[in-house]
């Protein structure tokens, strides 16, 4: 019996001792500054990539901060909207890279915009073409671009640079 309630005081004693170390480890972890995650994508797996990293580092992704990570979340969404509201898309606002107005008018003449949004989507519109957000071609004459949108006209116009000539 003695030997018995040996056995089950050294097992109760190892027990707790586990249970505080864990516990001690646990507050330790815990307490450690967050770790900056890297994103392992296709690129780096490869071996050539691993033999010559400053010739491939361009291509290696930014560290992730999981704090800056989930802070943005709060940023980004509005906390004291109720719950299932989205945020209002943004309607896309142009920029003219280039116009073609013939001379002949057996063509009709385009143009070519940029959406400014995070998408960067090109169009090739002409006269009377309906873009995102509701707005419609109205003229195009070189260098310019007029848009309406319901009473409001939007004129583009080509900046100091331009992108077809």
């Not at 900056?36 to 361009?58: G, M, P, Q, W």
């Not at 704090?67 to 004291?80: D, H, V």
């Amino acid at each position: 019996m003695k030997r018995i309630l040996k056995y089950i005081c050294v097992f109760s004693i190892l027990l707790f001792c586990w249970i505080i170390f864990s516990h001690i480890r646990f507050y330790q972890l815990r307490r450690s500054p967050p770790q900056k995650i890297y994103i392992i994508h296709d690129i780096e797996r490869k071996t050539a990539v691993k033999k010559n990293e400053k010739l491939y580092a361009h291509l290696k992704p930014e560290p992730v901060d999981p704090e800056a990570q989930f802070f943005q979340t709060i940023i980004e969404n509005n906390l004291f909207a109720p719950l299932g509201w989205q945020p209002a898309a943004e309607a896309p606002t142009y920029r003219l890279l280039g116009t073609q107005v013939p001379t002949a008018r057996k063509i009709d003449a385009t143009a070519l915009l940029q959406e400014t949004t995070k998408a960067g989507n090109l169009h090739i519109v002409s006269i009377g073409t309906q873009l995102d957000g509701g707005a419609v071609v109205f003229d195009i004459q070189p260098k310019q671009v007029i848009l309406k949108k319901g009473k409001q006209r939007i004129t583009l116009t080509l900046g100091k640079f331009q992108f077809l000539r």
